[in-house]
């Protein structure tokens, strides 16, 4: 990779999560809320996962999952995001895990969960979406965060796909070959081919691009969440790792 100046990285940064934890700490107060809810909205898995292999109930575990980004904005907790630049999924985890060892914090997240006006999260399908990932006998709450946020990241870039290819007129594409963008089993093609109407060996030629470009995506879903895009290779290699395990 060609070494960037001082304004090619600025263009970069602005561009990741951490303007958008930058703009959730700023005192506008609607940017702020809209900048953290785009993070709630990406992000609130791993930290749910987080919480209930720490030993709260699906209840408990949802209170403070909202909570935890309440509180974040509500005491100007991503402030120190400003020194704490890197690897996203480091500092969200930090935080989290500050969150939790504090009993005021977490009294306030109960009452932030239950009372006051909240940040709007999908958490209705929350012990839903944590049940395929619960942890083995020995996985450790750090490690099933890791690999939720490697699996978020992956519902993001298919999600981005699909969205890409139906503006693109392929919504039937995307429907019959997203299955197998991430499969280690080797398609149907003839299959595939005639529920498309289309030859085989087009099938091929179009699942192959696809899945090019659904690497491509995922590779940019990984970037957005550095600070420095000469770590996004080894940060997508590290997660690729992950979602294996």
């Known amino acids: 990779m060609t070494e960037e100046g001082p304004a090619a990285r600025r263009n970069w940064f602005s561009t990741t999560q951490w303007s958008v934890v930058l703009a959730a700490g700023s005192e506008g107060e609607v940017e702020s809320r809209d900048a953290l809810a785009t993070l709630c909205r990406t992000y609130w898995p791993p930290i749910y996962s987080y919480i209930r292999c720490r030993g709260h109930d699906a209840e408990t575990a949802r209170d403070l999952t909202q909570g935890f980004f309440a509180a974040l904005l509500e005491r100007r907790g991503l402030e120190s995001a400003r020194q704490e630049r890197g690897r996203f999924r480091s500092f969200l985890l930090a935080c989290v895990r500050n969150f ?15 009372g006051q006006p909240s940040i709007s999260l ?10 395929p990932y619960q942890p083995a006998s020995r996985e450790t709450p750090e490690s099933l965060f890791e690999r939720r946020w490697a699996l978020t990241l992956l519902d993001e870039a298919m999600r981005e796909l ?3 290819m139906a503006r693109a007129g392929n919504a039937a594409r995307f429907r019959v070959f997203g299955p197998y963008l991430v499969s280690d089993t080797d398609p149907p093609h003839a299959d595939l081919a005639r529920e498309l109407g289309i ?3 087009a099938a091929r030629v179009a699942l192959h691009r696809m899945r090019q470009r659904f690497g491509a995506v995922l590779r940019e879903q990984v970037a957005r969440t550095l600070d420095d895009p000469a770590r996004t290779d080894d940060e997508l290699r590290y997660l690729i790792g992950l979602m294996g395990s």
Do not use: P, V, W
């Open 122 to 131: 999908d958490l209705d399908e929350a012990e839903t979406s944590y049940a």
């Open 100 to 114: 939790l060892a504090d009993e005021r914090d977490r009294a306030t997240a109960l009452k932030l969960g239950r």
């Open 162 to 164: 699909e969205t890409e």
């Open 199 to 201: 030859t085989e060996a």
